[in-house]
């Protein structure tokens, strides 16, 4: 494989920019594999990955529908943090912190990783009560946490609504120096073409339309392109689950939901941190080209159209617009929506599944961006190893049936009642 | 934005309702003996599916009904809406 570098950028340069090597392959399916993995996003292409890289299996197939880096790994809102509660969760994704910071050299590839902090806004002495306790875990897990005051938050973000009589005052909030920001098509592309350069068969525009299951053990898939055997499957489609789950006839504590994100015009750099509304859904940052990226709440039903409606944009950004007036001068560039599998208790499921060879990873939520490469390195693991790691031995499947929830929210697919 | 057309008060904007969820699913009978399955199905587990869903919507800045309201999930046309004791 050709290693990137500004060597190989001069030297590209001067012949015209010819003879790039293709990034990764475009192979046809072969018959057979020890593993395939469905689904080319940031989660499937990581496992694949770590796949080869940890586990030396390279016989391994990428299934993918459409084209790699085109569902949500590329309709994120591209934070990263681990500020999270609960020991499960704020391991798991601290481990993926690790893999962050390390992630543009071991993968020979850009990925922008911009560590600048994110801020939880407080309005009510409770708030500041709660993000003092989760700070506090947080911190008992090694993780970076600080509990600003009001005057605090005004030295960080001064073009805040600081103002005396607004309906949510800022108390002041809870900030993770070290979470921040990636280039999230960057992330995709730089697995893909690592996994590729080890033997891993990226097969796009292949859509999975059944499995041969046989005794209860996984045998094999049926795609668009031919049959595939296989003993090992890994499913990775996020807001497809259910839809694949149903021709395995299983049912799965996970409904999908629609969610949208928008971006305004680029403007000069204002905000060099991620900052979050705390008294609805609504959080900002300042893209490298200068857009404020936006996001919010789930549309609130069940849907698949990867589109959404307008009032829920508008109820978004009316959040925005108390925490942030000056947007209100921007204009919108782009407005888009991606599909989410929403588990019941807003945690992620990475297990082994009642039939032999068939691995289960969903239930990321709205939150699966930031957990690429920890997903990655447990799935791999857990395919490769036929059990899963300690890092996600809570993340099961069974926890609903057997009450071990981890509720860090409380809140499950029903956000907007949170 | 949905239109959604309350079996009472007729076509109204998405913003008047709150929705409800799958109304396929059951809770288990009161007074009987309930398996864990059960409660695993009633409280957790949905299809999810991709097409026709039959959901409850709330009618909450309305006249504050539920009804029965069959979508689909892909397009979000709207088929059919119903009262709760009507069938679909």
């Known amino acids: 494989m050709q290693k990137y570098s500004v060597f190989s950028l001069i030297k590209n340069a001067l012949n015209g920019h010819k003879n790039w090597e293709v990034a990764w392959k475009d192979p046809t399916p072969k018959s057979q594999y020890d593993v395939v993995i469905i689904g080319g996003g940031g989660h499937g292409l990581a496992t694949a990955y770590y796949l080869a890289k940890e586990h030396n299996i390279t016989n391994v197939a990428i299934v993918e529908k459409g084209w790699i880096g085109g569902g949500n790994v590329g309709r994120n809102t591209t934070i990263i943090r681990s500020n999270y509660m609960y020991d499960v969760n704020a391991r798991f994704n601290e481990f993926g912190m690790n893999l962050w910071r390390n992630m543009s050299q071991e993968l020979n590839f850009n990925v922008m990783f911009s560590p600048r902090g994110i801020i939880n806004l407080a309005h009510s002495d409770v708030q500041m009560n709660a993000f003092s306790r989760r700070g506090n875990s947080m911190r008992l897990n090694g993780i970076d946490a600080v509990l600003l005051g009001r005057e605090e938050v005004k030295k960080i973000i001064p073009m805040a609504d600081f103002s005396e009589n607004v309906r949510f005052p800022i108390f002041g909030g809870l900030m993770q120096p070290s979470a921040g920001t990636a280039r999230h098509d960057a992330v995709a592309w730089g697995y893909a073409r690592q996994a590729d350069s080890m033997g891993v ?41 259910s839809i694949l789950a149903e021709k395995l006839n299983m049912t799965l504590p996970i409904e999908t939901h629609l969610i949208q994100a928008c971006v305004s015009e680029p403007i000069k750099p204002v905000l060099d941190k991620v900052v979050t509304f705390g008294a609805g859904h609504f959080y900002c940052s300042q893209s490298d080209k200068g857009e404020m990226v936006m996001g919010g709440d789930l549309d609130g039903y069940n849907s698949y159209a990867q589109r959404g409606n307008l009032p829920t944009l508008q109820h978004v950004l009316t959040e925005g617009l108390a925490m942030f007036p000056f947007l209100s001068k921007l204009k919108m560039l782009r407005t888009w929506g991606g599909i989410m599998d929403m588990s019941m208790d807003g945690s992620p499921i990475i297990d082994k599944t009642h039939i032999e060879g068939l691995y289960l990873n969903c239930g990321w939520c709205y939150g699966g961006f930031k957990s690429t490469p920890a997903s990655g390195w447990t799935f791999a693991h857990t395919i490769a190893q036929d059990k899963v790691h300690e890092l996600n031995a809570e993340l099961s499947l069974n926890r609903f049936s057997t009450g071990h929830l981890l509720d860090e929210k409380g809140i499950g697919t029903k956000t907007w009642i949170g | 934005m949905l239109l959604i057309k309350c079996p009472y008060c007729g076509d109204r904007s998405q913003n008047e309702f709150a929705y409800g969820g799958d109304a396929t699913v059951k809770r288990p009978e009161l007074n009987k003996e309930v398996s864990d399955q059960d409660w695993d199905n009633f409280v957790y587990l949905r299809k999810s599916p991709r097409g026709k869903h039959l959901e409850l ?15 689909d999930t892909s397009t979000h046309e709207i088929f059919k809406t119903a009262e709760m004791n009507e069938d679909i």
């Not at chain 1, 049926?222 to 499957?233: A, D, P, Y």
């Open chain 1, 201 to 241: 068969d990226i097969i796009q525009h292949c859509e999975v339309t059944g499995f041969d299951v046989v005794n209860g053990k996984i045998k094999g898939i049926k795609t668009s392109r031919g049959n595939i055997k296989t003993n090992k499957v890994g499913l990775c489609v996020a807001g497809s689950t």
């Open chain 2, 57 to 71: 919507w709330h009618h909450i800045s309305g006249c504050r009904q539920w009804f029965k309201v069959q979508r």
